[in-house]
């Protein structure tokens, strides 16, 4: 490689993404403090909206969160781990339903608790800063309806030059339809080779001593 590597230096938005890491860990520190183990953060929306909905597919419980199915499921493997969340037969048997387990409702009560004061916390933020991060987050959505990012990212990308392609060899045909490149002998029948004459008693064979 000649390029230097793009990633040594923190990018623009890495500070964001350490934020938000750390209100997380922040946040699962007080299910740990309450000895509440294997939950995130991200566990506590699918909980609660089970919990007001009832059993919902995947597809259901993703779009009513504004979440993609894909998203969506790999949650819900985690909490099914965590015996947060069972599956039971929906309309048909081809059709599987997410619902609470004892231990996921157990939960509820808490965790929309802890929803309502890291909501209120987070005002209380929007309220301390110059500016508040509700109103930067408008700001953004605003300006990507104007320009999508895909857009901005194409306007700055530089693509390396497509690699040559590689040469492609004819296959080689199977082994029994390649002829055989040793010469075939021809045969003469019997018949054709003259026989040895017969001998006579006491006539001397050739190369044997006589008596």
Not at 121 to 146: G, M, N, Q
Not at 156 to 176: G, N
């Amino acid at each position: 490689m000649t390029s230097l590597d793009p990633t040594a230096s923190p990018g623009r938005w890495d500070t964001v993404h350490a934020l938000l890491t750390s209100l997380d860990a922040q946040i699962e520190s007080l299910y740990t403090d309450r000895g509440i183990r294997g939950v995130r953060p991200r566990f506590a929306y699918p909980l609660i909206r089970l919990a007001h909905t009832g059993p919902l597919t995947i597809r259901e419980l993703a779009g009513s969160l504004g979440r993609s199915h894909s998203a969506m499921s790999q949650t819900l493997t985690a909490m099914r781990r965590e015996g947060l969340v069972d599956s039971e037969s929906g309309a048909d048997a081809r059709t599987r339903r997410v619902t609470l387990t004892e231990r996921g409702r157990a939960l509820i009560p808490f965790l929309e608790a802890e929803w309502r004061a890291t909501e209120a916390a987070v005002a209380e933020l929007d309220d301390e800063i110059p500016y508040a991060l509700s109103a930067v987050v408008a700001e953004l959505e605003r300006a990507l309806d104007r320009r999508p990012m895909r857009d901005r990212i194409l306007a700055h990308l530089d693509e390396p030059p497509a690699a040559p392609a590689s040469p492609v060899f004819p296959a080689e045909p199977p082994a029994s339809s390649v002829p055989s490149t040793s010469p075939t002998l021809p045969t003469s029948p019997t018949s054709s080779v003259p026989s040895a004459p017969p001998t006579s008693p006491g006539a001397e064979v050739p190369g044997e001593p006589g008596p």
